[in-house]
Structures are given as structure tokens and as C-alpha cells.
């Protein structure tokens, strides 16, 4: 155990410094960086795996540090996210071998391999770490060493800003988790995590919240939870794509952990209040999280949408899972935490992928807007499919793996009922709801990311020319595909050792069965079996093309150009762009999206009749990013207003003062 | 909604009934139909109308075929929207040049196998445009027609006759 | 008759009559919503009916009957005289939408629900459980009151929040004595005639009966 | 195990050969409230037929993806068909999946049909898409939340489950809850499987065009197939929606006599909600695209009222 910890730590070192010394040759420099990244990704993985099964391991190493000095640990918890943080990092290193070589000589390689792999290891030490110091200074060394990765194209200005705005960012969610350990050290009197959950335990409410407000909203701001997540979206598409996949597939998640570790570990049960702020929270975060996404036509950007998406809904299970402690359902917290947890993994999984193949396009393409793409299922036949796969899975469509998280997730929620607390019966009602909307419209936006940059015809030459790209980004995202299709159609593989890493951090044994091919929820509350349905539909998909063969249907296929009415020419421009196919929902969802649309018409100086160019423009505007304390000035002063105008003479007025009275002095009485 | 209700439940049933016996031409055509259409394309025929260049005179009478008193569908016809779904290309008015082409792409667009039918007399013949500088000549000249339908505009009956007429030349 | 499917069938009238309710703020027509009012009022009469049945008391079955006559028959004869009068049609003209009106009904609703939940648990009879939809019905009813312009349209607010209470003092007390019920009844008879000519007045002095125009009376 | 293999084979049978009939019922049905005659009810079946007769004309700058969806779509409705209790409550694959794993294969199924109608690149298919997609998210609340009042009701969102509790209660007409849920989930059907006031599944203007729009392209087999698909959706809708909150007559044990009866049950009541969505698509014109969101917006509400009263009144 130990040595495996000593052998992974090794490689990135020896990648991390290798990059360096070999910084003048820069093909060798890339290939031992990303090398070294890549084993030591494996040994990580095999770390977690060791830690998952019951491997324990104690590190302290006094005077490595100040107070209290380095000090690690592997409990199921930290090894479940070793194993997800090196589930993303093998195939990031694994792409990163190809994908960096358009890199060479515009950007310091060197620089770039020694990030990467202090990154990496500084996201897995970070889940090991046993005691306040460790965890800080490992959680900056994070934090710089992906600001780096994600200023690696700092000539570009947007560039330097979203470095701006993710650097101050991350150091403000910093500051709150250094108060939040400060107050919670000086309470318990302890640095060590261990001792941190009895001692806690006996404080008074009142600090308790407030280390929990601190340290959520440090973690939350990690998570990029809304409205903390306003760096998210500009930093993870700034980044090289094989780093925004990293960021966004795994990075993220340490906020999860660290919301995992307060809530069931650190601080234990609270009031309700917590688990409740947390569901809100989760369900505002995916809601509006794939709002954005889907008038987004920046691939990456929105991907990285979709992150804050994913994460509200990891959000929903863990603030399930706290309502349910607080109501003293051990079960059913697990059962919620476990979806949670699952679903982390998945989108580590898929949202790699998915960020893996925006880069291959962006690699063959040179281009981020889907309105410049098209038609590229024809010149990148294998990235189309791997890049399908993934959206399937990231639209929680059976058989794949987004699918059973988000189906645990649901049936957590549901089993809400078995509360009896009204208020917290709606919030869960509510939950439920956020959840189905946001996986609707979470397939509608990959039918438009998928559909709008693979089919039909190309949209701009570059696209026309696009080249599927080497293998071994290929590879990287097939060994990601695979694990999709794995993790969608054998739950137990996931589920065995979630159950026994829940138990451990909250002694409470999940409420399901699973054997082999099903998963029950709450004995027969709910069921599903993946895997028959993967076969089902694959013996179906097999056999309908056959049955029109035995009844001898005519089987001659013409191929002809696209009906356009009869229209002599068919190009691209007659294609739906991805603004009209966002548009229903830009219009649907004005109130959130304040659509400002201008229409210029240059008209021919002869004749009005005769249009030279129309201009179509249709911005949303983002509320949180330009205007989250505006609306409150305006309140503030429309209030100052109203009070001027109590005295009207209308009847109305009066009605509506004794109907709001009516209704204040009910809520108040009961 | 309640005053609709009780005028739906007031009117009956209008479309002309086929009693056997009663010889009025509509059966007559009917059961024909029913026979043709029931050889070639399994009592089942959907039809794209295409406007070649006509004064919508035809299509008037074309438009009457899907109304209660002639009620196209219960011969297991109707039109659709797009040549792929279409086995019958209703065509009217003399071909104009622009839309000499866009017929030949629609013929092209509908699946095998298929029939055309020529309504009017302009599509016949061009009628009163024939020699016009923006005419390119009948139907015949652009698609291969299978019937044509006199008459200016023609009835409905005549065009149902149309219809039947070209199932049973490909019968 | 149980008292168990009493309690069902209760539970179901009442929700019907608090979904007509509602509805008066989705039908744009005015003589749809007099008909809605109609309906409600026949709801209640059916329900002071089962009521009577299951209590045996004569005086309850008496009230349902007035209540047919007066507010199924009579206020809406009298509405649809006073809408042929004005001659005007569309006559919701309300301050919100449907769509918001909507939501706030929805909230009302819930926090009814909320208020009146733990009374209906304290009352014995089995009728107690519908109470928080009555007291629904009259939350809206005063919103709906509140959200329309024109007065006729105020009229027929104030004709539900009325049948909301009537329907929540039928759940909590199997009604009021039978003398008092009348009384009610020709009370807002009369209130009606009187709003009606009211309307005239209005009309007459305004060429509209758009009360948000009163607020010129302040000058 | 035989009984297992023959009650699926059944079910399959009745979803694969029933669905071609309702369809052609409920155009019947519709002639008849217009005054027409109408095409006999067994034309949907011809039109199979006869699809299957002709060429396919497929669009050249179309991908794999265009001719694989028909097959999908089809396998879709094929699985449900077995997951569904459309006779009995010992569906034998019913471990396959709850409700929920249900309407997610549902909307697998328009995920691919969406995408098929971009790979074509005409404006039509993308505009059919991106509708298409944006009620089907819209819908989702609404149906999730109809699930949650079932599930609070019955204490399960197993199919088979639901309907047995339904069953064991005499006074479920009674229970405000449960018809509220109906409604909604009634509504949603509608615009799941392209009816009016939602879909016109008779237009012939591309502009009004959402389900039509997006296979405009399709033709000869792979139209046959879409068809045939679009058919046994609505048939499963409808029979979830007979089965779940009308259980009566679904069979309990498999015994042919009970089959038999489960089966003339849910003819008859598929016939009402075949005679009930005529009526509608007669009474009701279609809504502008953007009033389809209000009407979304209201079944949600009654939805959610529907699980609030199941909180809040026994």
C-alpha cells in the first residue's frame, strides 16, 4: 500500500522533473511529461482500488511541514476519489500524448508536462490528506499548478481573463475554507481529521452553522456550484483540452469530497436546514446549469455548463442524503449518498470523453463554434461515434452509465415520502422535479451538440477539411466510452464498493439489493436491470432489420438530395444553426435568459426592395455574471417607490394590503 | 365547447354514400378505385399535389376531394406533406420555367413506384397559356404522365376518375 | 353510507368545486364564468345534500335546496341580465395573466393547506378533511376578487369566496342554522341587485366599469 | 417458463398488431365527429403494407444515423412492450425496469428520432427537432411528478406494482390525488405522442410541422417503421394510462381466463381514450408553439397539486 503510494508519487515526479531537465528537445520532453503522468495515474488507480477493498494506510511525516507536518491517509472515501480523479487522469495522459503535439513550439511544453503531473498528484494527495496544513497546502499547490495549465495560451486575452477570474475565484473559496478549518481547529482544539468528528459533535449551533456556511461555500465555489460557479465556464474552456477534461471531470469533484467529508464526517449531522440549503442549491445548479448550456455555442463552454449541471445533481443526492440523516433514515441517506458518489464517477467518465472529443474537434477543426461545424460524422467517423456514445450517456439515456446514477438519484428522492415533515416533503417534491427538467433538457442540448456539430453538411471549410485525429486520442476516448457502457450495464461493480465506502462514513447500510443484473430500491420500491435492457435492445436491433428481409419488403435504396421543396441548390445554409435550435427554449425561459434581439437590415441603395444583408442578433444575457446584486439595488429602490404610492386611491390597493395581511397573520399564527 | 358538441352530435354524416344499386358515378368510380387501387398499391395511395404553374382553379376543385361530401380518405387516400410519403403526383397548370425543374426534383424525390396525373386542361395542353414566353409546355413534356384529367377545372368525380384511370394503366 | 366514503366522496366534491374556482381564472368569457359560478353552486347544493343524507337533518337539505334556487338559478339569470346590459363580452380584463394568477392560486392553495391542516385534524367529523380545500377555495376566491378590473367580474369573485366560506362552514359545522343560512342567502341576493345597479351607475358616470377608474375620485 | 414466454409473446403480439388499429379507430372516430366517412379502421395496416412495398429514398448527405433511428425507435417500443403490464401483473420481464427506466427509454428513442431529423440538414428537420426536444423536456416535470403522486399513493413505482395496489382499492375514482395525476399525466400523453392542442398529426404545412417535420425525409421502410413506432407509443401510452389509473379487469394471476378478460378490459378502454383524444383533436384547435409551454406549465401545477393533496388530505 505504502510503496504503491511511494511508486505513483515517484512517476509524477519523475514526469514532472523529467519534463523539465528534457525542456530542449521538446518531442522527448512531452513524451516523458505525459508518460510519467500516465503510470503514475496507474498506480493511482491501483492505490484506489487497494483502498476501495479495505486497504489501509497511516503516513505521518512530522517535519516535512510546520505545525503538525505532513500527515496522509487512505480511508474508503479518499480511495473511491483516487480511483475517480485516476479514471480521469489515465486517458487525459493517454490523449495528452498526441493532443499536446499541436502545442509544440507555440508553448512551453516543458512547463506544461511539470504542471500537469504536479496537478494530478497534488488533486490525489489532496484527498489523502489527514490534517488542516496538508490539506490547505495541497489544496494550492492544486489550485496553481491547473491556473498554470489553464494560462498555457496566455497570449490569447480571453485567455488571461478567465485566468483572472478563475484565480481569484479559487482564492476566495480558499479564504473561506481556511476560516472555516481556523474556527472548526480552534473549536475542537485538534489539526487531525480524525479527531474532528466526536469533537465537533459538542459545539454549539451556532459555530457550527457557521463553519458549515464557510467550508460549504469554499468546497461549493470548487464544485462551481451556482452562483459560485462563475469561473467554471470561462476557466475549463481556456484550459487545453485534455486539461479541461481533468478540471471538469475530476477537479471539481474535490469539492464534492470536500462537502462529503463536512457533512457525514467532519461536522456530522445538522440541523435540517443543511441537507435542505444543499438540495436547493443542487436543484438551482442543474436547472439553470443546462439552461445555459443550451444557448451555448462554444462546445467547450458548454460542456463546461454541463459540468455545473452534473454537479447540482450530485448535489441533489448529497443533500438528500443529509435531509435524510437529519430525519434519522440511515437507509435512505446512504442510498442518496451512494447515488451521489455514483454519479460522480460517471460524469468523471463522460464528461472526459465529451471534453476529449470537443478537443479532437477543436484539434481537426481549429475552431470552438458549433455554428463554424457540421458534417463532421462523415470526416471523423470514429470521434462522431465515441463523441455519441458520451452524449448518450451525459442525456442519462439507458443502457449507459448517466442513466442508473440519475435513476438512484430519482428513486432517493422519491422515497421523500417516508418523511413526515411537509416542508421538507415539497423541497424533496421540488428536487424531483429540477431533476426530471434538467434531464430533459439535458437531452435536448446533446441532440443539439451532437447533431449540430456531426450531421448534415459542413458548415465552414475548415470543417469541410477536418481529418479524424491519431490514435492515441482515439484510444483515450475509447477506453472512456468502454468504461461508460461498463459502468451503465454492471451497477454492482460500482454499487459493492460504494455501499461498503458509505457504510463507513456514516454507518448506514444503503437501502437496495443488487445482485448481477438488477438493482431494487427499498425492497421493490423501484427496480431496473441495465443490463437486459442493453441486451433487449440489442437482440431487437438485430432482429428488426431482418423481419422486413422475411417478408419480402422491396429493399432498393435511392439516394437523392435533401427535399428542399424543390429547390435547385442544397447547402449548409439552409441547415438549422444552433441558435434557432436553442431558441424555443431561449424564448420559453425569456425571464431567465433576457434575450436582447436586434435586427439590422441593409437595404440595396437603389431599392428597398432589394435586401443587401440582414443581421440577426440574439444575445442572453448571463444574470449571475453581470447583474447578481443590481436586481437588489433595483428592489431596494422600487420599494422606496412603493411605500410613496401605499396611498392610492384603488380599490385594489386595498384589497390586495388586506388580503397580504390575511394571509401574513395566518402564516404567522400557525 | 358544449354548443360545438351539440352541433357535432346535430350533423350527420354527409359524404354520399355507396349504396350498391344507387348508380350514381361517385360509387361507381368508388368501387372502381377500391379494385384498382386495391391491385396496385394495397388500398392505399397518398398523393402530393404539386402547383406547376395553374390559376388554383384545379386546386379548388382538388381541395373540395377532402371535404365531407367527397371525403378522399375513406378510399384510403389522402395528401401528404413530402414526395417521400407520396405514391401519386397530382400536377396542375402549365409547367412555368421556373417550375419546370422543381417538378422534375419533386418526380425524382418520390419513392418507386409511383404515378403521375396530369389535372386540367392546361396541364393537358396548356390551355389559354399554351405559347406563353414563361411556359415550358403540358405536364407531358417534364414527367412521364400516366392520365390526364380534362376540364377546366375539372370535378372532383373527374379527378377521382383521373386517379383510378392511371392505377389501372399501371395495374 | 360510511362514514369512510362520505368522507371520499366530500374529499372529491370539494376538490371539484375549489378546481371550478380556479377555472374562473382561466375562462375569458363572461357568460362561461357565470356558468362556472352556476356549477360550483349546484357542487355545493349536491354536497349540503350528501350531508343532509348522511346527518338526517331536514334543515341542511332545505339549504341545499335554497341554494339551488338562489345561487344556481337566480344570481346567475341575474349576472347574465346585467352582462346582456353592458354588452360587453370578454370581461375578465384582470391585473395578471393566467399563467402568474396561475402560480399564486397554486401558493394560495398550499398555504391554506398548511394553515388549515392541523384544525381539520383537531374536528371530529368526517367531513374535517376537506376543510383546507374549502379554505382554499375562499383564499382564491378573495384573490380572484382582488386580480379583475371590471366590477361584474369582481361580483362573480365575490360570489365564490362566498361559496368558499358557505363550503367551509358546511365541513367544520354540517352548516350553519338553517334561519341564519336565509339570511346569507338573501343577503348576497340582494348585494348582487345592488352591485348590479351599482355597475349601472358606474358605467353611466365612467363609459367603463373599470374600478381602477374610482382611483380618480381621490382628486 | 412456457407461460412466462407466451404472456410476452402476447403482450408484443398485442402492442405490435394493436397499434396499426387504434390508430386507424381513432381516425374513424374522427371522421365520424366531422360528418366524413372516413378510411376503414383497418387502414393504418395498408399503409404498412403498402410502405413496405417501396423504394427507399434516402437523402444523400445523410449519416448511419438517419437509417438506423427507424430501427431503434422500433426496438424501443418493442422492449416497453415487454416492461409494460399491458395484460397482466406478472409481466415476466417486468424486473426490467420501473416507470421511471421506462420514460427514459421513451426518451431514448426521441433523443434519436431528434437527431435523425438535424442528419438530413433541410430546415424543416432541424425546426421538427428542436421542437420536438423542447416539449419532451417540458413534459418531463410534469410526467416525473405525475410518477411521484402515483409512487405516493401506491408506495412503488413498479408497474406491476402500482396497478396491484390500485386494484386492492375500492374507492380510487374517489381520490382527488389520483384523478389530478390523471389529468396530468393525460395531458403530457397528448403532447408525448404529437396530438392536438399540442402536435397535428394531420398538417400539411411544414411551419406547424413538429413529429411530421422531423421525418419528412423518410420514405418506403424506414417511414414504414417510424410509423409503426410512432402508432405503438401512443398504444403504450394510452394502455399506461388505462392500466395504471383504471386497473380494473388487468389480470392479477395468469390464468387464461383472467388474460382473456384482461384483455377485452383494456380493448374497451383503449376504445373510450381512442373515442376521448377524437373528441379532443375535434373540439380543440392546435395551440401556438408558445402557448404549448403554458399548457405544460398547467399540468405540471396539477401534478404537483396532486402529490401536495396526497401530503396534505388522506
Not at chain 1, 469530497?257 to 442543474?286: E, H, K, N, Q
Not at chain 1, 426592395?609 to 428592489?635: H, K
Amino acid at each position: 500500500m505504502l510503496d504503491l503510494l511511494l511508486v505513483t508519487l515517484a512517476c509524477f515526479s519523475a514526469g514532472a522533473v523529467g519534463a523539465l531537465a528534457t525542456a530542449p528537445w521538446m518531442n522527448l520532453s512531452r513524451l516523458v511529461g505525459n508518460a510519467g503522468a500516465l503510470l503514475g495515474a496507474l498506480g493511482a488507480f491501483a492505490l484506489g482500488l487497494a483502498g476501495l477493498v479495505g486497504g489501509n494506510l497511516q503516513l505521518n511525516i512530522p517535519d516535512l511541514l510546520p505545525i503538525g507536518g505532513v500527515a496522509l491517509g487512505v480511508d474508503r472515501l479518499s480511495a473511491f476519489f483516487v480511483v475517480v480523479i485516476a479514471a480521469g487522469a489515465i486517458p487525459a495522459a493517454l490523449y495528452a500524448l498526441g493532443y499536446t503535439r499541436e502545442y509544440a513550439g507555440k508553448h512551453s511544453l516543458a512547463r506544461m508536462g511539470f504542471a500537469f503531473n504536479v496537478f494530478i498528484a497534488a488533486m490525489i494527495l489532496v484527498v489523502l490528506a489527514r490534517n488542516v496544513l496538508t490539506f490547505l497546502f495541497l489544496w494550492e499547490a492544486m489550485s496553481l499548478a491547473s491556473y498554470f495549465l489553464v494560462m498555457t495560451e496566455h497570449e490569447r486575452e480571453d485567455t488571461v481573463r478567465a485566468g483572472w477570474v478563475y484565480f481569484v475565484m479559487t482564492h476566495a473559496g480558499f479564504a473561506a475554507l481556511f476560516l472555516g478549518f481556523l474556527l472548526l481547529t480552534r473549536a475542537t482544539g485538534t489539526m487531525d481529521f480524525a479527531d474532528w468528528g466526536a469533537a465537533a459533535a459538542k459545539l454549539d449551533p451556532t459555530s457550527r452553522n457557521l463553519i458549515f456556511v464557510l467550508l460549504a461555500l469554499g468546497f461549493g465555489s470548487k464544485a462551481g456550484v451556482i452562483p459560485l460557479h462563475v469561473w467554471l465556464p470561462r476557466a475549463h474552456p481556456a484550459a487545453p483540452s485534455h486539461v479541461s477534461a481533468l478540471m471538469s471531470g475530476v477537479m471539481i469533484k474535490l469539492g464534492v469530497y470536500g462537502i462529503a467529508r463536512v457533512a457525514f464526517d467532519w461536522l456530522g449531522a445538522g440541523p435540517a436546514w443543511w441537507g435542505g440549503a444543499i438540495l436547493v442549491v443542487g436543484a438551482v445548479s442543474a436547472v439553470l446549469g443546462v439552461l445555459y448550456a443550451l444557448v451555448e455555442h462554444d462546445l467547450k463552454r458548454l460542456l463546461a455548463y454541463h459540468s455545473v449541471e452534473n454537479i447540482g445533481i450530485i448535489m441533489l443526492g448529497l443533500g438528500g442524503g443529509m435531509l435524510f440523516q437529519t430525519s434519522h433514515l440511515p437507509g435512505l441517506a446512504a442510498l442518496a449518498l451512494v447515488a451521489g458518489l455514483y454519479h460522480t464517477l460517471n460524469h468523471a467518465v463522460f464528461k472526459s470523453l465529451l471534453f476529449m472529443g470537443a478537443g479532437a474537434i477543436l484539434h481537426a477543426t481549429h475552431t470552438r463554434n458549433m455554428e463554424e461545424m457540421g458534417g463532421l460524422i462523415k470526416r471523423m467517423p470514429q470521434t462522431a461515434a465515441l463523441f455519441l456514445v458520451g452524449s448518450v450517456a451525459i442525456a442519462a439515456l439507458p443502457p449507459l452509465n448517466g442513466f442508473i446514477s440519475e435513476w438512484l438519484t430519482f428513486q432517493s428522492l422519491l422515497l421523500s415520502f417516508q418523511i413526515s415533515a411537509h416542508t421538507v416533503n415539497l423541497i424533496f417534491a421540488l428536487g424531483v422535479a429540477a431533476l426530471a427538467l434538467t434531464s430533459g433538457l439535458a437531452a435536448a442540448c446533446f441532440v443539439k451538440a451532437f447533431g449540430i456539430t456531426f450531421l448534415a453538411l459542413p458548415r465552414s471549410e475548415s470543417a469541410a477539411h477536418a481529418r479524424e485525429v491519431e490514435w492515441t486520442m482515439r484510444a483515450a476516448m475509447a477506453l472512456l466510452a468502454l468504461a461508460c457502457i461498463v459502468l451503465g450495464v454492471a451497477p454492482p461493480l460500482t454499487l459493492a464498493p460504494l455501499e461498503a465506502t458509505v457504510f463507513d462514513l456514516m454507518g448506514g447500510l444503503a437501502d437496495m439489493r443488487f445482485d448481477w443484473n438488477a438493482v431494487v430500491a427499498h425492497d421493490g420500491f423501484g427496480w431496473v436491470a441495465p443490463l437486459w435492457i442493453a441486451l433487449g435492445l440489442v437482440a431487437f436491433l438485430v432482429a428488426i432489420p431482418l423481419a422486413p428481409r422475411l417478408i419480402g419488403a422491396n429493399n432498393r435504396r435511392r439516394y437523392y438530395e435533401t427535399w428542399g421543396c424543390g429547390r435547385a441548390l442544397q447547402t449548409a445554409r439552409f441547415e438549422y444553426t444552433a441558435t434557432a435550435f436553442a431558441n424555443p427554449f431561449k424564448r420559453v425561459f425569456a425571464l431567465l435568459y433576457r434575450p436582447v434581439k436586434e435586427l439590422d437590415i441593409e437595404f440595396h441603395p437603389e431599392s428597398r426592395y432589394f435586401v443587401r444583408t440582414i443581421a440577426y442578433y440574439n444575445e442572453g444575457r448571463l444574470i449571475f455574471e453581470d447583474a447578481l446584486y443590481r436586481p437588489l439595488l433595483r428592489m431596494i429602490q422600487a420599494l422606496a417607490r412603493e411605500a410613496r404610492v401605499l396611498q392610492s386611491g384603488n380599490v385594489h390597493g386595498y384589497l390586495v394590503y388586506i388580503l397580504v395581511a390575511l394571509v401574513a397573520l395566518l402564516i404567522l399564527t400557525v | 365547447m358544449a354548443s360545438l358538441i351539440k352541433h357535432i352530435w346535430k350533423t350527420p354524416v354527409v359524404t354520399e354514400a355507396l349504396r350498391p344499386g344507387a348508380d350514381t358515378e361517385i360509387e361507381v368510380i368508388a368501387r372502381h378505385i377500391d379494385d384498382g387501387a386495391r391491385k396496385r398499391l394495397g388500398r392505399s395511395l397518398h398523393i402530393r399535389q404539386v402547383d406547376a404553374g395553374s390559376c388554383n382553379g384545379c386546386e379548388l376543385e382538388i381541395g373540395a376531394l377532402n371535404n365531407p361530401y367527397y371525403d378522399l380518405e375513406r378510399f384510403g387516400m389522402h395528401f401528404v406533406a413530402s414526395p417521400r410519403h407520396a405514391d401519386c403526383l397530382l400536377v396542375t397548370g402549365p409547367v412555368t420555367r421556373n417550375m419546370a425543374d422543381p417538378l422534375k426534383r419533386t418526380y425524382d424525390a418520390t419513392p418507386a413506384p409511383k404515378i403521375v396525373v396530369a389535372v386540367g386542361d392546361c396541364a393537358h395542353d396548356c390551355g389559354v397559356f399554351a405559347g406563353g414566353y414563361a411556359v415550358v409546355g403540358p405536364v407531358s413534356a417534364i414527367l412521364p404522365v400516366d392520365a390526364v384529367v380534362r376540364g377546366c377545372p375539372p370535378e372532383p368525380r373527374a379527378i377521382l376518375l383521373g386517379i383510378l384511370a392511371a392505377l389501372e394503366r399501371r395495374a | 353510507m360510511s362514514a369512510e366514503v362520505l368522507a371520499k366522496v366530500v374529499n372529491l366534491l370539494s376538490f371539484v368545486a375549489l378546481g371550478l374556482t380556479i377555472l374562473l381564472i382561466v375562462r375569458t368569457s363572461l357568460e362561461g364564468q357565470v356558468r362556472v359560478f352556476a356549477l360550483q353552486s349546484f357542487v355545493l347544493a349536491l354536497l349540503s345534500m350528501l350531508i343532509a343524507a348522511y346527518s338526517e337533518s331536514l334543515e341542511l337539505l332545505g339549504v341545499g335546496v335554497a341554494l339551488v334556487v338562489v345561487k344556481g338559478i337566480t344570481i346567475p339569470r341575474v349576472l347574465n341580465r346585467a352582462v346582456a346590459n353592458i354588452g360587453l363580452q370578454r370581461a375578465a380584463a384582470p391585473y395578471l395573466g393566467t399563467a402568474p394568477a396561475l402560480i399564486i392560486c397554486g401558493v394560495l392553495t398550499i398555504i391554506a393547506f398548511y394553515v388549515m391542516t392541523p384544525i381539520a385534524a383537531s374536528n371530529p367529523l368526517p367531513t374535517a378533511d376537506a376543510i383546507p380545500l374549502a379554505f382554499a377555495g375562499v383564499l382564491v376566491g378573495f384573490f380572484i376578487m382582488v386580480n379583475r378590473r371590471r366590477a361584474v367580474t369582481q361580483i362573480l369573485g365575490f360570489l365564490m369566496l362566498e361559496n368558499g366560506i358557505f363550503l367551509l362552514a358546511l365541513l367544520a359545522t354540517y352548516g350553519v342554522p338553517f334561519i341564519v343560512e336565509m339570511g346569507v342567502f338573501l343577503d348576497v341576493l340582494v348585494a348582487v341587485l345592488i352591485m348590479e345597479v351599482f355597475v349601472y351607475h358606474i358605467k353611466d358616470n365612467f363609459d367603463s366599469i373599470d374600478v381602477g377608474e374610482l382611483g380618480k375620485l381621490k382628486e | 417458463m412456457l407461460t412466462e414466454i407466451t404472456i410476452e409473446l402476447l403482450q408484443l403480439l398485442m402492442v405490435m398488431l394493436g397499434s396499426p388499429l387504434l390508430v386507424g379507430v381513432i381516425r374513424k372516430a374522427k371522421a365520424r365527429l366531422q360528418g366524413r366517412r372516413g378510411a376503414s379502421i383497418c387502414q393504418p395496416y395498408a399503409d404498412l403494407r403498402k410502405l413496405l412495398t417501396k423504394e427507399m429514398v434516402i437523402p444523400e448527405n445523410t449519416s448511419w444515423i438517419f437509417r438506423f433511428t427507424p430501427y431503434l425507435l422500433a426496438t424501443t417500443m418493442l422492449l416497453s412492450a415487454l416492461i409494460v403490464p399491458v395484460l397482466t401483473t406478472r409481466t415476466p420481464l417486468g424486473f426490467m425496469g420501473n416507470i421511471i427506466a421506462l420514460m427514459y427509454l421513451f426518451l431514448l428513442g426521441t433523443f434519436f428520432l431528434a437527431l435523425a431529423g438535424l442528419d438530413a440538414g433541410s430546415a424543416f428537420g432541424g425546426m421538427g427537432s428542436s421542437r420536438e426536444v423542447a416539449i419532451a423536456a417540458l413534459a418531463e416535470p410534469t410526467v416525473l411528478i405525475a410518477i411521484f403522486g402515483i409512487a405516493l399513493r401506491a408506495g412503488t413505482t413498479s408497474l406491476d406494482g402500482i396497478i396491484a395496489r390500485s386494484v386492492a382499492d375500492p374507492l380510487l375514482m374517489l381520490n382527488a390525488g389520483h384523478l389530478l395525476a390523471f389529468f396530468a399525466f393525460f395531458i403530457v400523453t397528448l403532447a408525448e405522442t404529437g396530438r392536438l392542442p399540442v402536435d397535428n398529426p394531420t398538417t400539411h404545412l411544414e411551419l406547424t410541422m413538429i413529429h411530421e417535420a422531423m421525418i419528412l425525409e423518410y420514405s418506403g421502410r424506414l417511414l414504414a417503421f417510424v410509423e409503426w413506432a410512432a402508432g405503438m407509443k401512443l398504444f403504450l401510452f394510452l394502455t399506461l394510462l388505462s392500466n395504471l389509473f383504471f386497473p380494473w379487469g388487468v389480470a392479477l394471476a395468469n390464468t387464461p381466463v383472467a388474460l382473456f378478460t384482461a384483455f377485452l378490459a383494456l380493448a374497451v378502454k383503449l376504445l373510450l381514450f381512442a373515442g376521448a383524444i377524437a373528441l379532443v383533436e375535434t373540439l380543440v384547435a392546435k395551440l401556438r408553439l408558445f402557448r404549448v409551454p403554458e399548457l405544460l406549465a398547467g399540468s405540471f401545477t396539477v401534478a404537483l397539486l396532486a402529490v401536495v393533496t396526497a401530503f396534505f388530505i388522506k
